[in-house]
Protein backbone atom coordinates (compact mmCIF):
# COMPACT_ATOMS: atom_id res chain seq x y z
CA UNK A 1 0.00 0.00 0.00
CA UNK A 2 1.32 2.98 -0.99
CA UNK A 3 0.55 6.75 0.86
CA UNK A 4 -2.15 7.55 -1.81
CA UNK A 5 -4.39 4.23 -0.84
CA UNK A 6 -3.78 5.26 3.05
CA UNK A 7 -6.12 8.96 2.11
CA UNK A 8 -9.75 8.54 3.04
CA UNK A 9 -10.12 10.09 -0.54
CA UNK A 10 -8.15 6.97 -2.20
CA UNK A 11 -10.23 5.21 -4.61
CA UNK A 12 -8.74 2.21 -6.91
CA UNK A 13 -7.76 2.63 -10.03
CA UNK A 14 -9.60 -0.42 -12.68
CA UNK A 15 -5.47 -1.69 -12.78
CA UNK A 16 -5.56 -2.47 -9.25
CA UNK A 17 -8.78 -3.57 -8.77
CA UNK A 18 -8.44 -6.37 -11.81
CA UNK A 19 -5.35 -7.18 -10.05
CA UNK A 20 -6.75 -8.03 -6.38
CA UNK A 21 -9.54 -9.54 -8.49
CA UNK A 22 -7.38 -12.20 -10.30
CA UNK A 23 -5.32 -12.59 -6.99
CA UNK A 24 -8.76 -13.37 -4.78
CA UNK A 25 -9.39 -15.94 -8.05
CA UNK A 26 -6.66 -17.79 -7.93
CA UNK A 27 -6.54 -18.30 -3.88
CA UNK A 28 -10.37 -19.32 -4.38
CA UNK A 29 -9.58 -22.30 -6.94
CA UNK A 30 -6.65 -22.97 -4.95
CA UNK A 31 -8.85 -23.50 -2.17
CA UNK A 32 -11.79 -25.24 -4.46
CA UNK A 33 -9.41 -27.43 -5.47
CA UNK A 34 -7.89 -28.23 -2.01
CA UNK A 35 -11.53 -28.96 -0.61
CA UNK A 36 -12.21 -31.06 -3.82
CA UNK A 37 -9.28 -33.22 -2.73
CA UNK A 38 -10.54 -33.57 0.62
CA UNK A 39 -13.67 -34.82 -0.62
CA UNK A 40 -12.73 -37.43 -2.76
CA UNK A 41 -13.15 -40.32 -0.46
CA UNK A 42 -13.53 -42.74 -3.08
CA UNK A 43 -9.65 -41.85 -4.45
CA UNK A 44 -8.23 -41.72 -0.71
CA UNK A 45 -9.44 -45.52 -0.32
CA UNK A 46 -8.02 -46.66 -3.56
CA UNK A 47 -4.46 -44.82 -2.10
CA UNK A 48 -4.83 -46.42 1.08
CA UNK A 49 -5.59 -50.17 -0.79
CA UNK A 50 -3.29 -49.87 -3.53
CA UNK A 51 -0.96 -48.64 -0.02
CA UNK A 52 -1.61 -52.02 1.60
CA UNK A 53 -1.31 -53.67 -1.16
CA UNK A 54 1.64 -53.14 -1.86
CA UNK A 55 2.90 -53.56 1.66
CA UNK A 56 1.48 -57.33 1.49
CA UNK A 57 3.39 -57.36 -1.82
CA UNK A 58 6.78 -56.72 -0.32
CA UNK A 59 6.22 -58.62 2.65
CA UNK A 60 5.36 -61.60 0.09
CA UNK A 61 8.20 -61.03 -1.91
CA UNK A 62 10.57 -60.82 0.86
CA UNK A 63 9.63 -64.22 2.71
CA UNK A 64 9.68 -65.62 -1.04
CA UNK A 65 13.31 -64.53 -1.54
CA UNK A 66 14.35 -65.78 2.31
CA UNK A 67 12.64 -69.14 1.29
CA UNK A 68 15.08 -69.50 -1.91
CA UNK A 69 17.86 -68.83 0.60
CA UNK A 70 16.57 -72.09 2.07
CA UNK A 71 14.67 -71.13 4.83
CA UNK A 72 12.28 -73.45 7.02
CA UNK A 73 9.01 -74.95 6.28
CA UNK A 74 7.27 -72.66 8.49
CA UNK A 75 8.49 -69.48 6.70
CA UNK A 76 7.48 -71.39 3.57
CA UNK A 77 3.77 -71.46 4.43
CA UNK A 78 4.12 -67.71 6.10
CA UNK A 79 4.90 -67.08 2.90
CA UNK A 80 1.65 -69.02 0.94
CA UNK A 81 -0.17 -67.29 3.62
CA UNK A 82 1.03 -63.65 3.23
CA UNK A 83 0.42 -64.25 -0.78
CA UNK A 84 -3.30 -65.83 -0.32
CA UNK A 85 -3.97 -62.80 1.60
CA UNK A 86 -2.93 -60.51 -1.17
CA UNK A 87 -4.95 -62.39 -3.40
CA UNK A 88 -7.76 -62.40 -1.29
CA UNK A 89 -7.72 -58.54 -0.29
CA UNK A 90 -7.58 -57.37 -4.12
CA UNK A 91 -10.71 -59.78 -4.29
CA UNK A 92 -12.77 -58.17 -1.42
CA UNK A 93 -11.57 -54.26 -2.32
CA UNK A 94 -15.33 -53.53 -2.71
CA UNK A 95 -16.58 -54.20 0.83
CA UNK A 96 -13.15 -52.56 1.82
CA UNK A 97 -13.76 -49.59 0.09
CA UNK A 98 -17.29 -50.03 1.62
CA UNK A 99 -16.33 -50.25 5.32
CA UNK A 100 -13.25 -47.38 4.64
CA UNK A 101 -15.73 -44.90 2.98
CA UNK A 102 -18.05 -45.81 6.22
CA UNK A 103 -15.08 -44.94 8.51
CA UNK A 104 -13.85 -41.42 6.64
CA UNK A 105 -17.54 -40.24 6.82
CA UNK A 106 -17.93 -41.44 10.74
CA UNK A 107 -14.63 -40.02 11.13
CA UNK A 108 -15.18 -36.19 9.38
CA UNK A 109 -19.10 -35.99 11.10
CA UNK A 110 -17.43 -36.54 14.10
CA UNK A 111 -14.64 -33.78 13.27
CA UNK A 112 -17.38 -31.47 12.51
CA UNK A 113 -19.20 -32.02 15.35
CA UNK A 114 -16.20 -31.66 17.50
CA UNK A 115 -15.67 -28.08 15.77
CA UNK A 116 -18.57 -27.20 16.50
CA UNK A 117 -18.92 -27.75 20.19
CA UNK A 118 -15.31 -25.66 20.59
CA UNK A 119 -17.43 -22.51 19.40
Sequence with gaps: MNDDQQSPDWTPTPEELREKTEGTRERLGQTVE??????DVKAQVKDKAAQAKDQVTEAAATMT?????????EVTEKAYQVTQAAQGAHRRRGPLVAVA???LVVLAVAKKRGNERRR
Design 65 to 73: SRLKDGTSQ
Design 34 to 39: ALAGKA
Design 101 to 103: AVV
